[in-house]
Structure formats: C-alpha cells, structure tokens
T-cell receptor, first 112, second 115 residues
Framework: DAKTTQPNSMESNEEEPVHLPCNHS???????IHWYRQLPSQGPEYVIH???SNVNNRMASLAIAEDRKSSTLILHRATLRDAAVYYC?????????????FGKGITLSVRP | SQTIHQWPATLVQPVGSPLSLECTVE??????LYWYRQAAGRGLQLLFY??????ISSEVPQNLSASRPQDRQFILSSKKLLLSDSGFYLC??????????????FGPGTRLTVL
C-alpha cells in the first residue's frame, strides 16, 4: 500500500484556520486521498476524500497538489471540538473493496 | 438512516479465556464489513474484512477469527485470549456497490483488557 507521512502534532488557536499537511510521494494513479479524524475514546470519523481536484464539504476542504504527491486538509475555523488525531490515508479501491490503512496520524491541539 | 452497533462497550477478560464481540449494522443491505484494532497509543490496524455472508479475509495472522453469519452481522472471536489482544476494537461498514472510494462508518468500539 502506498504510504503517507504526516507531522506528529500541530497546535492551533481557536477560530483560526488550520492546515494539516500530508505527503504521499508514492501515490498511484488510482489512489484516493482520504482524511479521517478520531476523537479520544471514539471510532474514526470520515472527514473528506478526493482524487485529483480540490474538494470542499461542510467539515473541511482538501487541497491536492497538482502532482498529487502531497495534500492539505484545511479546517477553516478551528473549534475546541476539532482537537483530534487526523489520519491521511491512501486507498486504491479494487472492485467492491476499499481498504484503509491507518498510520499514526497527526494530533491536533486547539488552544482557546 | 444507517447505524452501527457494537457490544459490549468494555470487557475485561483473563488470559486464556474465549472472546466474542458482536457488530450489527442497520439501515443498509450488502455492506462491506471491517474489524480494526487499536492498541494503546497506536494507529488502527485492519484485522478482517468481509464482502458478504461467510466471506472473510484476514489481513494479519493472529489469535483472532471473524465470522459473518448474516448480512449485517459481524463477529470477532478468539478461543484463548493473549495479553497482546488488549486494545480498542472497532467495527466499520461501507457500501459495497459503486466504484471509487467508499466512506467507512465506524461503530463506538469495544475496549478489551486482557489480564
């Protein structure tokens, strides 16, 4: 499976934008870029995913580099509830299966 | 709407005892089902996935097994627990049909402590 690299941690101030980087230099043409987040003692929660174009949804935006070797998850206004571990994951669906391989993720802390 | 249930929420078991964790999904048909484990301070590890009744794929060799007796039921079992089986066990589902990347929906998890 293609791998991703993320910083171990990042701090942000409440109500400020947050940019979470992810490098995936060995990404293949069929790999989708997923972001999930996990709050303490909970299961992961889907945030966003994309293939080539930038994506926006109610939770976040995903900016994908033109060569697709890196991407950035953007939280437009961080809140205290956004403090979590954020996972950047590549997944290449084959048929009906879409397996996710979680790394260590990046721990986001939000200061009031 | 779809919901996913796991039980029990917490479990403390002695080494060598059997294990059965259950996961059920409501509000969807023919889902892909997954079992993950998260050891303390580590990322999630995919243990098993299933694309249909009786169809189980194992991702890593281990002391655990999985079964899917019904379309929306996924069971994780062990005959004899090891200390290293302690962790946070998560069940997830995704839609089966369609191409591209399917979002996975996770259950609330079971925290297992083996003593």
């Amino acid at each position: 499976d293609a791998k991703t690299t993320q910083p171990n941690s990042m701090e942000s101030n409440e109500e400020e934008p947050v940019h979470l980087p992810c490098n995936h230099s060995t990404i293949s043409g069929t790999d989708y870029i997923h972001w999930y987040r996990q709050l303490p003692s909970q299961g992961p929660e889907y945030v966003i995913h994309g293939l080539t174009s930038n994506v926006n949804n109610r939770m976040a935006s995903l900016a994908i580099a033109e060569d697709r070797k890196s991407s950035t998850l953007i939280l437009h206004r961080a809140t205290l509830r956004d403090a979590a571990v954020y996972y950047c994951i590549l997944s290449s669906p084959t048929g009906a299966n879409s397996k996710l391989t979680f790394g260590k993720g990046i721990t986001l802390s939000v200061r009031p | 709407s779809q919901t996913i249930h796991q039980w029990p929420a917490t479990l403390v078991q002695p080494v060598g005892s059997p294990l059965s964790l259950e996961c059920t999904v409501e509000g969807t048909s023919n889902p892909n089902l997954y079992w993950y484990r998260q050891a303390a301070g580590r990322g999630l590890q995919l243990l098993f996935y299933s694309v249909g009744i009786g169809q189980i794929s194992s991702e890593v060799p281990q002391n655990l097994s999985a079964s899917r007796p019904q379309d929306r039921q996924f069971i994780l079992s062990s005959k004899k627990l090891l200390l290293s089986d302690s962790g946070f066990y998560l069940c997830a589902w995704s839609v089966r049909e369609g191409q591209g990347a399917n979002e996975q929906f996770f259950g609330p998890g079971t925290r297992l402590t083996v003593l």
